[in-house]
């Protein structure tokens, strides 16, 4: 509507950032510049990447990026009339709380950076990150390899993409895993009660009292799988092992609405105990538990990097942050670069979802606020 | 000062299940892992006889519920076995284990709680001023920080800068030779390799200190960032409660106020965070202790695991969960003698 906010059309972020919505403008212009780098590195070599399906599958999300920046832009430059109901929907709601979140809008930048670059590597990565090169070993950052060379003269940039996915894949997988099956035992656990429920929390509180980490190198260590299904592997293991938290809350969440009239009043209507969960409970626990699957995140990549550096996760030479770090320590005085990216890379990928995950609490749950 | 033994005794017998329960738990998990320790011991020459012969050494002809209720059977008994890997009796690998893993988590408490406390209490005097915010930013990094990457920094500063100065300092008449020895800080071990036998015990204790400086630092500082911001939130709801507001309305020093009014009732959730951090702790301690070398817990349950050593793996895992047990009851039992509106029955 206002002038300045057109501005965003020429350059997604122009707008907010003139008319003062530094936050927003500044994670908008840094998604630009992915898309833009993505576009300038990747273009030259589309030929070389619709070989692969990955390859194909970053040419075609480039211009679903391109669409998505430039309709944030229009709808900042153009905002639509809402109807009454359509301003006080649940997600609007929540939208317009998170938006004056400062932190909770920089986790939300440093996610989506993460899910970009991360979807963009065969476009972003200038080098093959496993081509061995040993004239370039231990190369010091510049020019042409900017976060330098490891032991192998790979480059360290091209890998730090390329182990992002593994990282970001992972956590997803194994957290969506993880608040399924707890999800389903604290619904049931709070809902039926008795028995079941202190059957069900004795199983939590013996998942909680055997160390999370130990237990994930027992497994791991004790099931050797080859290639590739290692990273299936990680992902069951760390969702089995990562339950417990969500399972607790759901629990409370569903003991306290259980009580509540809607539910009584589903109840004498004579709907059936599934449906009463998944219809009327389950909907009014969920905020909790997605504030937690976002912290959750963080921890499983936090997991999953210590398991590669231990040298139980995906193996190579497939590049993971934790083994990258691992790689790097043999030479680390030499060529601190090699560990120090991936670890500043795994800093920043959690920290964002710490970020976004303490946005959303405040967002969504004024109740919880500190 | 009376326990509450009733409830003492009734916790301890809920731990019975739980300890089955674990070991139940890993011995399921190697009975289902592809190979057993006999494999390591079979080559491509090895007849049938001969690797008969070796499954009955191991006792792994046994079907596996008998096999199963022996252990449980020993372990109630704390009758640990023979190692299969390291051919010594497993307790006396975990009773040589255990003090030194203990050691590093004392030390991590040492440095946890006192930075962690007084971070947050900064934070929560000074709420959304630049010191909160500043202090926030750093504490919420180590907080995503990677312990093993925390671990190889230090290391990594250590080994460049800081023996850098110790050695310009004692080049430049700063330092006396012997003080530049203890200062040039190792980082890897337990005690040093050329005159650990030769140490008085002061000097032995000072080497063991000196050694054990950078894992405590490690994992107490990652640990820390944790309990500052548990801190931080706890002490900002005591300061808005009415009893806080009655006590600086009466006239009492700010200093009074906080340190004999609100950090008392703010301190609490964290005493039972010291309780339950034990699983943090040891979960910790397993990358600690393989980055520095530490000769701990973590290093043998690791070597165990990879050795396919069934008697050393659910050990540790007993002695493990043992403390995670003992911990969850301290926190219970501290909790209720500080805070006088629990009972516990």
Redesign the interface.
């Known amino acids: 509507m206002s002038p300045p906010a057109r501005l965003g059309l020429a350059m997604p972020g122009l707008g907010h950032l003139a008319s003062g919505r530094l936050v927003a403008g500044v994670g908008l212009l840094l998604l630009d510049a992915v898309w833009l780098g993505a576009g300038v590195l990747g273009w030259p070599r589309a030929a070389q990447l619709t070989e692969s399906w990955h390859g194909l599958l970053s040419l075609v999300f480039w211009f679903g990026m391109a669409a998505g920046l430039w309709g944030a832009a229009w709808a900042y430059a153009f905002p639509r009339r809402l109807s009454a109901a359509e301003r006080h929907g649940a997600m609007r709601v929540a939208w317009r709380q998170f938006r004056g979140h400062t932190t909770g809008m920089l986790g939300l930048f440093g996610v989506l950076m993460l899910l970009s670059a991360t979807v963009l590597t065969p476009m972003l990565a200038p080098f093959d990150p496993v081509a061995i090169d040993v004239g370039d070993k231990n190369m010091p950052p510049g020019g042409v390899f900017w976060m330098g060379t490891d032991k192998f003269g790979r480059d360290v940039l091209s890998r730090l993409l390329h182990g992002g996915r593994v990282s970001l894949t992972v956590g997803f997988i194994a957290v969506s895993l993880a608040a399924t099956i707890g999800t389903g035992v604290g619904a049931v656990a709070g809902y039926v009660g008795g028995r079941v429920d202190r059957a069900l929390m004795?199983?939590t509180?013996?998942m909680?009292?055997?160390?999370?980490?130990?237990l994930l190198?027992?497994?791991a260590?004790?099931?050797?799988v080859p290639g590739d299904a290692k990273l299936y592997l990680l992902v069951v293991i760390l969702g089995l092992t990562g339950w417990m938290g969500v399972s607790r809350i759901v629990r409370s969440e569903v003991l306290s609405l259980r009580e509540r009239e809607f539910v009584i009043a589903a109840r004498a209507l004579g709907m059936s105990t599934p449906r009463i969960i998944l219809r009327h409970i389950l909907p009014n626990a969920l905020a909790p538990v997605i504030v937690y699957c976002s912290l959750a995140i963080?921890t499983t990549i936090?997991a999953e990097?210590?398991l590669s550096?231990?040298g139980l996760g995906v193996p190579p030479p497939t590049p993971t942050w934790?083994a990258m770090?691992n790689d790097a320590?043999q030479f680390?005085?030499s060529a601190?670069w090699s560990?120090?990216f991936?670890?500043l890379a795994?800093?920043a990928a959690?920290?964002s979802f710490?970020?976004l995950g303490d946005g959303l609490r405040d967002a969504l749950d004024p109740k919880l606020r500190? | 000062m009376s326990l509450p033994w009733r409830y003492i005794a009734s916790k301890l017998l809920t731990a019975v299940p739980l300890l089955l329960g674990v070991i139940t738990l890993t011995f399921v998990l190697i009975e289902l892992s592809p190979g057993t320790i006999v494999d390591k011991y079979v080559t491509s020459d090895t007849t049938p006889e001969h690797r008969e012969h070796l499954v009955a050494l191991f006792g792994l002809d046994e079907p596996a519920w008998w096999r199963f209720l022996l252990i449980v059977r020993n372990l109630a008994v704390f009758e640990f076995g023979l190692s299969l890997s390291k051919h010594q009796p497993v307790w006396d690998l975990i009773s040589e284990a255990l003090p030194n893993t203990l050691l590093l988590s004392g030390a991590t408490l040492l440095v946890m709680y006192p930075t962690g406390i007084l971070t947050g209490v900064a934070q929560a005097l000074r709420h959304n001023r630049t010191t909160d915010t500043s202090l926030s930013v750093a504490s919420l990094t180590v907080y995503s920080m990677p312990t093993f990457w925390l671990a190889l920094m230090l290391q990594l500063f250590v080994a460049t800068l800081w023996a850098g100065w110790v050695s310009q300092a004692a080049a430049g008449g700063w330092l006396g030779d012997e003080a530049a020895f203890w200062l040039d800080l190792p980082i890897s071990g337990k005690c040093d390799p050329i005159y650990c036998d030769d140490f008085l015990p002061w000097e032995y204790a000072l080497d063991v200190a000196r050694h054990l400086l950078l894992p405590g630092l490690a994992m107490g500082l990652a640990s820390a960032a944790g309990t500052a911001r548990y801190m931080r939130s706890s002490l900002l709801e005591v300061l808005h409660t009415d009893y806080v507001r009655t006590a600086r309305a009466k006239g009492l020093r700010p200093l009074a106020v906080v340190g004999r009014h609100a950090l008392r009732n703010a301190l609490l959730p964290i005493v039972t965070l010291l309780g339950l951090s034990v699983p943090f702790l040891f979960s910790g301690s397993v990358i600690v202790e393989i980055v520095f070398g530490w000769p701990g817990m973590g290093r043998l349950i690791v070597d165990a695991i990879f050795a396919q050593d069934v008697p050393l793996v659910i050990g540790c895992f007993y002695v493990f969960t043992l403390f995670v047990v003992a911990g969850n009851l301290l926190a219970d039992i501290g909790y209720g003698l500080l805070d006088p509106r629990v009972r516990l029955t």
């Open positions: 004795w199983l509180d013996l909680l009292s055997v160390p999370r980490l130990v190198l027992a497994i260590g004790l099931f050797r963080g936090l990097a210590a550096f231990l934790g770090v320590r680390l005085r601190p560990a120090l991936p670890g795994i800093v959690v920290m710490n970020l500190t």
